[in-house]
């Protein structure tokens, strides 16, 4: 679980490849799959706030028998939603382990794991999950159909169709829907959760071709100087042209 969150794999559905990842994956794809289900599970299913409540004897989780399902209205809002499992702590588990220590130190070597790796509510409501980036929540919620409230049979009592859609941010592909009371939890996803903003550093420029190498060319200075006219020669040249015009 621990080495599963350190990677990020694109499944191939075959269980038993080996995972090429760095950090090293000690496993195969099954094993990854495990790890990554488990993950999706306790952080995308979710339930309407008090349909489920710790029994305080034997602390196991039970149905309450007073819990009214919410109106359509009501569940638009994400507060109105929890988390149906404990979440996955850095060791991988959902409850820390009993140190090794003298019994005497185990209440104070506990303490210090849960105050270096703490636990929260079991039902708290996804409003509380980390947002993702810039307050962007984790969960989207909107309502979808015809919202129009119906009467029944019943006196005073209405219905609404409409439906109820809400869906993970943070392990993109996880949706919950709900109607009339009912609701589930589906994910068609490629097992990748939407990690914050990293360091992604630019490619280089390509590397860019020789110049083409110019044909030589006669040296600006000639090896011999061109001969010099003497200044006498000149002006009887120019007198010469005078007298035949």
């Excluded at 694109?10 to 080996?18: K, V």
């Excluded at 404990?86 to 070597?109: C, F, M, S, Y």
């Excluded at 009912?182 to 490629?190: D, L, N, Q, W």
Aim: aromatic share 6%; charged share 30%; proline share 9%.
């Amino acid at each position: 679980m621990t080495q599963a969150r350190q990677i990020k794999h694109i499944f191939t559905g075959d269980l038993n490849a080996t995972i090429d990842s760095n950090p090293p994956f000690a496993g195969k794809e099954r094993h990854l799959l495990r790890a990554t289900l488990a993950r999706i599970f306790c952080a995308t299913s979710i339930i309407p706030k008090g349909l489920f409540t710790i029994d305080e004897d034997t602390n196991e989780m039970k149905f309450d028998e007073e819990f009214k399902v919410p109106d359509t209205e009501t569940l638009r809002d994400p507060k109105s939603w929890g988390n149906l499992h404990q979440i996955i702590l850095k060791n991988g588990r959902t409850t820390h382990l009993a140190p090794d220590v003298p019994e005497e130190e185990q209440e104070a070597a506990l303490a210090d794991l849960e105050a270096s790796d703490p636990t929260v509510e079991r039902f708290r409501d996804i409003s509380e999950h980390t947002p993702i980036v810039d307050e962007l929540p984790s969960w989207t919620s909107k309502v979808c159909g015809d919202t129009q409230l119906y009467n029944t049979k019943e006196d005073g009592v209405t219905v609404s169709y409409a439906v109820n859609v809400l869906k993970s941010l943070r392990w993109p592909g996880s949706t919950t829907v709900a109607k009339n009371g009912k609701f589930t939890t589906i994910y068609v996803g490629y097992g990748l959760k939407r990690g914050d903003p990293s360091y992604n550093p630019i490619e280089p420029p390509s590397v860019q071709k020789d110049p083409e190498e110019e044909v030589e060319k006669p040296e600006p200075n000639p090896l011999q100087e061109p001969p010099i006219k003497d200044e006498v020669d000149t002006d009887a040249e120019k007198e010469g042209e005078g007298e035949d015009e």
